[in-house]
């Protein structure tokens, strides 16, 4: 068999092979006809739970839709990349930065609470107002985590509360197993391989 | 004890426990010095790998640095929440969609392969380029993975001629193992539960 009749079998065989692999997926996804409001939770130890969540407020920017964000610890850094960009859309962005830092930095446990308890707080109205598609709780996880905000009072507020067309994006290592019971849709970001170990620090741009 | 001073006691042990936790995570910390453009993975069955790129794009944006990106597999919508927004942004942003759509859509194995190759000459130019500090390649691993482009161009091109401050994101499940070995960051986007499984749809703002 010379090359080209080669080529035009190998061609042929994966027309075959892409239809079939079309009409099983058109089939598969012409099941999928719900719109609903998803609870998301971004956890697990690897890079990419809240670039993931801003990847999504973002697209919902992009569409013109309006967003909630609670960040339930402050970054090291204050001056974010995605601080900045979300400011420059005041119509649609309600952002919420907790001024407390993160426990390990405070060392003022008494203090997180009263931050916790107030970022949950916004939350909560971010999450009623009609105004909002999509809410991101950044980091709650880690709040839940060290008790600082009472779990069954979360949960129920998110079964009872959250409007049916609402997103409600949820990040943070060590999510609580209700949490993750309770959630539509859920990824935990594993690391595979992480710079700083490699004696890199965070980056501009990367890690904030 | 009364509840006040056992709350007394919790707290003062909590702040003896955050000032160790600080001191152990600031003694790391302060070995992470360097400052690396990173070959960054994002692989896995999850949702998340675009959207956590496209966090690290926006980031890049919110800071004024320039990014180059191909996307290497047309989305079914062409109009995405990220294209609209990345448009927005034409003095920072040079954007590259692939005008050929996924081959199970396509089914034209030579049209997706001159496609791939005219997208990877655009991502050849965007690395070379001085003005980008972010490259996303989104989807290229699917484009690797039925060898529409061949994996040693593409790994020589990254280990010779990517500059040592640009940092390039590659996407799309099925990494090559050989891409994985190469990289500094890699994370693996894991699929605990996804609402396709309920009959959801792909929505406005989570998936495009």
């Given at each position: 068999m010379t090359e080209l009749a080669h080529d035009d079998e190998e061609n042929a065989r994966h027309k075959i092979k892409a239809a079939k692999h079309k009409a099983a997926k058109d089939k598969i996804m012409a099941t999928k006809v719900g719109e609903k409001g998803l609870l998301i939770v971004h956890t697990g130890t690897g890079k990419g739970k809240t670039s993931a969540a801003l990847g999504m407020v973002f697209r919902h920017i992009g569409h013109g839709y309006p967003v909630g964000i609670v960040q339930f610890t402050k970054s090291p850094e204050w001056d974010t990349g995605e601080a900045r960009l979300l400011k420059t859309f005041p119509d649609l962005v309600t952002l919420h930065i907790m001024g407390e830092g993160f426990t390990w930095i405070t060392q003022d446990r008494e203090r997180d609470i009263a931050a916790a308890t107030a970022g949950w707080e916004r939350a909560k109205e971010m999450i009623r107002d009609d105004r909002h598609r999509l809410v991101l709780l950044d980091e709650l996880n880690i709040v839940l985590r060290y008790d600082y905000l009472d779990l069954n009072e979360v949960l129920t507020f998110l079964r009872d509360?959250?409007?049916?067309?609402k997103h409600v994006v949820i990040t943070g290592r060590n999510a609580k197993p209700e949490l993750i019971e309770m959630a539509d849709l859920v990824t935990e970001m594993t690391?595979?391989?992480?710079?700083f170990r490699a004696g890199i620090k965070g980056q501009k741009g990367i890690e904030f």
């Amino acid at each position: 068999m010379t090359e080209l009749a080669h080529d035009d079998e190998e061609n042929a065989r994966h027309k075959i092979k892409a239809a079939k692999h079309k009409a099983a997926k058109d089939k598969i996804m012409a099941t999928k006809v719900g719109e609903k409001g998803l609870l998301i939770v971004h956890t697990g130890t690897g890079k990419g739970k809240t670039s993931a969540a801003l990847g999504m407020v973002f697209r919902h920017i992009g569409h013109g839709y309006p967003v909630g964000i609670v960040q339930f610890t402050k970054s090291p850094e204050w001056d974010t990349g995605e601080a900045r960009l979300l400011k420059t859309f005041p119509d649609l962005v309600t952002l919420h930065i907790m001024g407390e830092g993160f426990t390990w930095i405070t060392q003022d446990r008494e203090r997180d609470i009263a931050a916790a308890t107030a970022g949950w707080e916004r939350a909560k109205e971010m999450i009623r107002d009609d105004r909002h598609r999509l809410v991101l709780l950044d980091e709650l996880n880690i709040v839940l985590r060290y008790d600082y905000l009472d779990l069954n009072e979360v949960l129920t507020f998110l079964r009872d509360e959250k409007p049916a067309d609402k997103h409600v994006v949820i990040t943070g290592r060590n999510a609580k197993p209700e949490l993750i019971e309770m959630a539509d849709l859920v990824t935990e970001m594993t690391l595979i391989k992480h710079p700083f170990r490699a004696g890199i620090k965070g980056q501009k741009g990367i890690e904030f």
